[in-house]
């Protein structure tokens, strides 16, 4: 179970990082965009990793406002929910 948890999340944030750099190609090359709200939303299912390492990586969307609020935001979401998860395994055990 935690190796299939562990492969999705993982091609979760692959596709994000590839959604990233296509949107960074496309805005390069003049050619039609990935819509903030997509790139947000598969930044929001579980993929946040893999959308910050693209911005920063690909220097994509890193002075864009309000992308960039709600893209911290999705991460301080997912990171509480992760540390609230390791809480309740915690006292479970």
Not at 2 to 31: M, P, Q, R, S, Y
Not at 42 to 67: E, I, V
Request: proline share 3%.
């Amino acid at each position: 179970m935690t190796l299939i948890l562990t492969l999705a999340l993982l091609a979760a944030n692959l596709f994000c990082f590839l959604l990233f750099a296509h949107d960074k190609a496309a805005a390069v090359h003049g050619e039609r965009r990935v819509p903030e709200r997509v790139l947000l939303l598969s930044a929001a299912l579980c993929a946040a990793p893999g959308a910050l390492l693209a911005q920063r990586w690909l220097r994509h969307k890193t002075r864009k406002q309000p992308f960039g609020a709600w893209l911290t935001l999705i991460v301080f979401a997912q990171a509480c929910a992760i540390a609230g998860l390791v809480v309740l395994a915690w006292r479970a055990s």
